[in-house]
């Protein structure tokens, strides 16, 4: 498919309603530099706010889905300042963790090769995340004495458990994709072969169901792992209030009686 620049270091190309996001950086195994970063989360914004958009997937060239943060090229040698580095992370890598969460359209990692630090957690905020058979996860801040940033500690313990991803985060291991599959960090793992094709089929199908339903769906889903029932049910109530007023909901009813496929237009 056509891409808007296919030497940017994100490419973005738009087909049957999916958008697609593409880091290429492979040399550096899409270690990911800040204006990479501004960029994503530029477009899933737009793809937020864009009718034609109606599922997002994003994925490496390469070996590579992420490396994790690009470190070479930042970093000030001068004096730190108290409160620099935690500036640092929150317009950084938590702008983009949030950026994933945030998208009103469906995000589908497509897991290509490895997924460390930063990278790793990039592909645990999509909502779908399918792996390579060659694709790895690597809690790498613990090899390199830091902190898990980028989410990790809000993402890990609400997928697999606070115990398992204490393991994963203080040994630092690295996670093969079908131990990744086993674990419950991705919903599928496929042939390397095979992994554009299914993420492309599995975005098309969401492209052609009820956009504005998922996107309340989504909201709802995340909300709930941090709110009591009485929260959650009232969030759900409403959502269903919102949706009810969609041409989606009415088509969606309207063919259940007439007895026929709905034809969904995301709206």
Same mark, same amino acid.
């Given at each position: 498919m056509p891409v808007s620049d296919p030497t940017a270091e994100v490419t973005h190309a738009i087909a049957g309603g999916v958008a697609y996001l593409t880091l /290429?950086?492979?040399e550096a195994l899409n270690a990911i530099t800040p204006a990479q970063r501004d960029r994503l989360i530029t477009l899933l914004g737009e793809a937020s706010a864009d009718p034609s958009v109606r599922a997002v997937v994003l994925t490496g060239t390469g070996r590579g889905f992420c490396a994790? $943060? %690009?470190l070479r090229g930042g970093g000030s040698t001068g004096e730190r300042i108290a409160g620099d580095v935690a500036r640092t992370i929150r317009q950084g890598a938590q702008r983009l963790i949030a950026a994933v969460l945030d998208c009103e359209k469906p995000v589908i990692a497509a897991v290509n090769g490895t997924a460390a630090g930063l990278g790793a957690h990039l592909a645990l $905020?999509? %909502?779908? !995340?399918l792996a390579a058979e060659s694709a790895k996860f690597i809690e790498v801040f613990v090899r390199r004495g830091l902190v898990p940033d980028g989410g990790g500690a809000y993402l890990l313990p609400r997928l #697999?458990?606070?115990q398992r991803a204490k393991e994963l985060m203080f040994f630092g291991d690295t996670v093969s994709a079908a131990d990744a599959e086993r674990l419950g960090l991705v919903n599928? !793992? !496929?042939p390397d072969?095979?992994?554009?094709? =299914?993420a492309r089929d599995w975005a098309e199908r969401l492209a052609a169901g009820p956009t504005r339903a998922l996107a309340? =769906?989504?909201q709802l889903v995340n909300a709930s792992l941090d709110s009591d029932r009485t929260t959650a049910f009232a969030a759900e109530a409403a959502a269903q209030? #919102? /949706?009810m007023t969609t041409e989606d909901a009415r088509e969606g009813v309207a063919s259940f009686v007439e007895r026929r496929s709905p034809e969904y237009r995301g709206r």
């Open positions: /290429n950086r492979p994790g $943060a %690009d $905020a999509c %909502d779908l !995340v #697999i458990g606070p599928r !793992v !496929v072969e095979e992994l554009e094709k =299914t309340l =769906t989504k209030e #919102i /949706n």
